[in-house]
């Protein structure tokens, strides 16, 4: 049973435009959410994260939406560039001690120049 | 440069050999994790050590053994590799395990159990 599902395996996106990537989870008590990016060869690198108190957090042209009735959350990438073209992974841990991350799958984004 | 080392970098081996894939890390993180990428699978948890002289059982543990007698090194052992266990490893770090500190990666071991 996937808690983290990110149901779109690929994305293609015209470079400038934006891309949007999506998440859904199923466990209510995920309260904590985080977005990794992948390059071929090279381990998940930690790209943007957001608390369930927020709905929103910007850092750059990187934003994260959290919506917890809808229990989904996006990343935004806005103006996408050629090397954002990598596997983002959505990752989600509920509070508490000794609580463990989730991974989506993951999507690959490629963005054409 | 500051962050975590595997070694390997990749590896075949015969079904049936002992495997130890090495991690270290200098960042004097208290948590380290194991996990493994399969395609289509995403990241799945191994192990885990919260610190150093404990350690814990991830998702997907059976086959693996991992210890950690100090902070910096937390190597994960294949007993006796199955073709199952083709994979790519992964190695990461936390400073303390809780919910709002990122694991940070290292760049991976690409296993292939023949």
């Known amino acids: 049973d996937q808690q983290v599902k990110q149901n779109s395996p690929s994305l293609s996106v015209q470079e400038g435009r934006i891309s949007i990537l999506n998440c859904d989870y199923t466990?209510?008590?995920?309260?904590?959410f985080l977005w990794y990016k992948k390059y071929p060869a090279e381990g998940p690198t930690f790209l943007i994260s957001?608390?369930?108190?927020?709905d929103k957090n910007e850092d750059g042209r990187f934003t994260v939406f959290l919506n917890k009735s809808a229990k989904h959350l996006s990343l935004h990438i806005v103006p996408s560039q050629p090397g954002d073209s990598a596997v983002y992974f959505c990752?989600?841990?509920?509070?508490?001690?000794?609580?463990?991350?989730?991974f989506g799958k993951g999507i690959t984004l490629s963005v054409r120049p | 440069i500051a962050g975590i080392t595997q070694a390997p970098t990749s590896q075949i081996l015969a079904a049936g050999r002992r495997m130890t894939l090495r991690c270290t890390q200098d960042?004097?993180?208290?948590?380290m994790y194991w996990y493994r990428q399969d395609l289509g699978l995403g990241l799945r948890l191994i192990h885990y050590?919260?610190?150093?002289?404990?350690?814990g059982k991830g998702e997907v543990p059976d086959g693996y053994s991992v210890s950690r007698a100090n902070t910096d090194d937390f190597p994960l052992t294949l007993a006796s590799a199955v073709p199952s266990q083709t994979s790519v490893y992964f190695c990461?770090?936390?400073?303390?395990?809780?919910?709002?500190?990122?694991?940070?990666f290292g760049d991976g071991t690409r296993l292939s159990i023949l």
């Open positions: 990461a770090s936390s400073p303390e395990d809780s919910s709002n500190q990122p694991q940070h």
């Open positions: 466990n209510s008590m995920f309260d904590y």
């Open positions: 957001i608390s369930s108190i927020k």
């Open positions: 990752a989600a841990r509920p509070s508490g001690a000794n609580s463990k991350l989730t």
């Open positions: 960042m004097r993180h208290n948590a």
């Open positions: 050590s919260n610190t150093a002289g404990t350690t």
